[in-house]
């Protein structure tokens, strides 16, 4: 017997059973327990893994112990950027007293990091796998979410040590369950659509109210033609479909969708318009200063077009709201 084999292997042993206890610290099981419901949620509404955004969320803000989650509800260390208009707080990071992004409650957090990888830049990531947590760990950094060269390691580490790929497979099961419990609904031609009474809007074959039910259907964006704007997501409306249906089907209010789009004035929704899921900003893109006024064009189509509030597109213009706008006139997109 080799005495010295016996003697490493035994202290190994040792060493892996201390080392263990530490993987599973108490603050990080706290953070899991404590956000496990909104990750599953983030993962449903915008097809963003769970395993993903909570390994992020502890890897940033340490657990929600970090300067950044207890002053400024930041949990995902998401800097000012041109188009931010909310709080900040600012910190020494990479520059002398960087700005960071400041919101209400965590909450708001991890849902401004969902819309945060919305952007075009991270559109590729969206190809892989929901369950696909390397994959997704690599391309957020090559995607340039992270400049640090061990990120990917660090989310995975810490994915496969709290088993975080549970929550992504626990998000995938309740929609799975939804889609098939929708599915049998809607074998009874007589069941209960849950439509208004006097609610007379089409819905198209690929879209129904009992998928909308009680959840934000990530779907969504594969059933329409979709993109960006502005850094804005928007999907393209279908034949026969409304304001109404879109945010039923979205589990938000009719008006909230409206003033998204700003079509509080009660028009119609028509097939190809744009309808964006989210605010827009409140100026055009850098690369969209000016714009001449075509024939047809109206404010709001300009406003739709370029991905930023009307009303910003009159008093940045000074003029007043509902002005016709002319033909060849030249019209200020930013500031």
Same mark, same amino acid.
């Given at each position: 017997?080799?005495?010295?084999?016996?003697?490493?292997?035994?202290?190994?042993?040792?060493?892996?059973?201390?080392?263990?206890?530490?993987?599973?610290?108490?603050?990080?099981?706290?953070?899991?327990?404590?956000?496990?419901?909104?990750?599953?949620?983030?993962?449903?509404?915008?097809?963003?893994?769970? @395993?993903?955004?909570? $390994?992020?969320?502890?890897?940033?803000?340490?657990?929600? *112990?970090? &300067?950044? %989650?207890?002053?400024?509800?930041?949990?995902?260390?998401?800097?000012?950027?041109?188009?931010?208009?909310?709080?900040?707080?600012?910190?020494?990071?990479?520059?002398?007293?960087?700005?960071?992004?400041?919101?209400?409650?965590?909450?708001?957090?991890?849902?401004?990091?969902?819309?945060?990888?919305?952007?075009?830049?991270?559109?590729?990531?969206?190809?892989?796998?929901?369950?696909?947590?390397?994959?997704?760990?690599?391309?957020?950094?090559?995607?340039?979410?992270?400049?640090?060269?061990?990120?990917?390691?660090?989310?995975?580490?810490?994915?496969?040590?709290?088993?975080?790929?549970?929550?992504? @497979?626990?998000?995938? $099961?309740?929609?799975?369950?939804?889609?098939?419990?929708? *599915?049998? &609904?809607? %074998?009874?031609p007589d069941r209960d659509q849950g439509v208004l009474a006097g609610d007379t809007v089409e819905l198209t074959d690929r879209m129904d109210f009992s998928e909308a039910a009680g959840m934000k259907d990530v779907t969504i964006y594969q059933e329409h033609k979709a993109g960006f704007e502005n850094g804005t997501r928007y999907i393209i409306a279908e034949e026969g479909e409304s304001y109404r249906s879109l945010a039923h089907y979205l589990n938000m209010t009719e008006k909230q969708l409206r003033k998204y789009n700003d079509a509080t004035d009660g028009r119609s929704l028509r097939k190809g318009d744009r309808v964006y899921l989210f605010r827009k900003h409140k100026y055009a893109d850098r690369k969209h200063k000016t714009y001449f006024v075509r024939k047809h064009d109206t404010a709001w189509s300009i406003a739709q077009r370029f991905g930023f509030q009307m009303k910003s597109l009159y008093t940045l213009n000074g003029i007043p709201e509902g002005t016709p706008l002319t033909t060849r006139q030249e019209l200020r997109l930013r500031k």
């Open positions: 017997m080799n005495v010295k084999r016996v003697y490493w292997t035994a202290l190994l042993l040792l060493c892996s059973v201390a080392v263990w206890p530490q993987k599973q610290m108490p603050e990080y099981m706290e953070y899991i327990e404590k956000y496990r419901q909104t990750a599953i949620d983030q993962q449903r509404e915008h097809n963003i893994p769970a @395993s993903i955004s909570m $390994a992020q969320g502890l890897l940033e803000s340490g657990a929600g *112990k970090s &300067e950044l %989650a207890r002053n400024a509800n930041n949990h995902f260390g998401i800097k000012c950027t041109s188009d931010w208009n909310g709080a900040s707080y600012h910190k020494n990071d990479d520059k002398q007293n960087d700005c960071f992004r400041k919101y209400r409650n965590a909450k708001d957090s991890w849902e401004d990091h969902s819309k945060f990888l919305l952007r075009p830049r991270y559109e590729e990531l969206f190809k892989l796998k929901v369950t696909d947590y390397k994959g997704w760990s690599h391309g957020l950094k090559r995607c340039g979410y992270a400049t640090d060269p061990t990120y990917p390691a660090k989310l995975i580490r810490i994915i496969e040590d709290y088993g975080l790929d549970k929550l992504t @497979s626990e998000a995938g $099961a309740k929609h799975k369950n939804q889609k098939e419990k929708a *599915k049998d &609904e809607k %074998a009874d």
